[in-house]
């Protein structure tokens, strides 16, 4: 039920671009996005609430394809300050529960 | 500006122990959450609570049970801890009264629990 997002783990130079995906076996209705800091909370990014919606925040943007049902995050000439974990999650339809997808470990190098 | 706190940052107890974790929010969310995070596994829903006294398990409710008496606070207990229960464990709340898909989650600091 969980969300998979991939890759699990990617190391890029500062300035290069990344993207990490999260796909459900289950109807998404709404995908938001955070960013978890090393020794840190999660903390909110963005949400996505229309099939093939884009957002984006600074140089990160995201897109949600209702169909398939599956998000992207796109960082892109990532900074140092991108690094981290990024996890998809979303609110199952008609309930209270909300869950968040396996994370993707971010690290951006000099 | 918006707070969820939790009552340790780490803890480590034995096994066979009851282990509380409590959590508090500032915001009048409905909805609180306790996750339990873990490498390659990201954060997975072990119990939520939608009202006061309303509870409903998540994913990987074994071997844990919650309480929620008042509406700020959501405690997680572990009735008889073990080591597969070292972990960080993460409360969240949210602001909710219909299901709406549009709210995101606050986060606590998390707890770092270990059981020896």
């Known amino acids: 039920q969980q969300p998979v997002q991939s890759p699990q783990a990617v190391i890029l130079r500062e300035g290069e671009d990344a993207v990490i995906n999260c796909s459900s076996s289950?109807?998404?209705?709404?995908v938001h996005w955070y960013r978890q800091k090393h020794g840190e909370a999660p903390v909110f990014l963005m949400i996505?609430?229309?099939?093939?919606e884009q957002k984006g925040h600074e140089k990160i943007s995201a897109s949600f394809n209702e169909k398939k049902q599956q998000s992207s995050l796109y960082l892109t000439a990532s900074q140092l300050s991108y690094s981290g974990t990024y996890f998809c999650?979303?609110?199952?339809?008609?309930?209270?529960?909300?869950?968040f997808g396996t994370g993707t470990r971010l690290k951006v190098l000099a | 500006d918006v707070k969820v706190t939790q009552s340790s940052r780490y803890l480590v107890k034995r096994t066979g122990e009851k282990v509380f974790l409590e959590c508090v929010q500032d915001?009048?969310?409905?909805?609180m959450f306790w996750y339990r995070q873990d490498p390659g596994l990201g954060l997975r829903l072990i119990y939520f609570?939608?009202?006061?006294?309303?509870?409903e398990k998540g994913d990987i409710p074994e071997g844990y049970s919650v309480s929620r008496e008042k509406k700020e606070r959501f405690s997680l207990i572990l009735e008889s801890a073990s080591t597969n229960q070292t972990s960080m464990y993460l409360c969240?709340?949210?602001?909710?009264?219909?299901?709406?898909?549009?709210?995101?989650?606050?986060f606590g600091p998390g707890t770092r629990l270990t059981v020896l």
């Open positions: 915001m009048d969310h409905e909805n």
């Open positions: 609570s939608y009202d006061v006294k309303m509870k």
């Open positions: 969240a709340s949210r602001v909710d009264k219909y299901t709406s898909p549009s709210n995101e989650q606050f």
């Open positions: 996505l609430l229309k099939g093939g």
């Open positions: 999650g979303t609110l199952l339809s008609g309930t209270y529960k909300y869950i």
């Open positions: 289950k109807a998404l209705y709404s």
